[in-house]
Nanobody
């Protein structure tokens, strides 16, 4: 059974940091693209970052970020632990929302419908 479980959300002051974790089970993590999405109240779900499935020839990964988080957020994978992380630095109030990790065949930050598997979400609140 495929399962994604997020953790690590919380309340943080502007300028602070959080690391979100996505625990994967029921599938081989490297075979899937894992994306992070967020949804603020009254707004559509927004793609934040994505880590591609591992290239079987070069064993390389590709990472993608929406413009508003470039230079502040970093996505990474620990295959041994079957975890994907989203390190979030220099947080801003506009980063507030419920953050979801999702698994799919390709990275597509603007098309959440392409992701097959979703976690339940973790709340991130950036406020003083």
């Amino acid at each position: 059974q495929v399962q994604l479980v997020e953790s690590g959300g919380g309340l943080v002051q502007p300028g602070g940091s959080l690391r979100l974790s996505c625990a994967a089970s029921g599938f081989t993590l490297e075979d899937y693209a894992i994306g992070w999405f967020r949804q603020a109240p009254g707004k559509e779900r927004e793609g934040v970052s994505c880590l591609s499935s591992r290239d079987g020839t070069t064993f390389s990964d590709n990472t993608y970020y929406t413009d508003s988080v470039k230079g502040r957020f970093t996505i990474s994978r620990d295959s041994a632990k079957k975890m994907v992380y989203l390190q979030m630095n220099s947080l801003k109030p506009e980063d507030t929302g419920v953050y979801y990790c999702a698994g799919g065949s390709i990275c597509a930050l603007r098309m959440p419908s392409l992701y097959n598997y979703w976690g339940q979400g973790t709340q991130v609140t950036v406020s003083s």
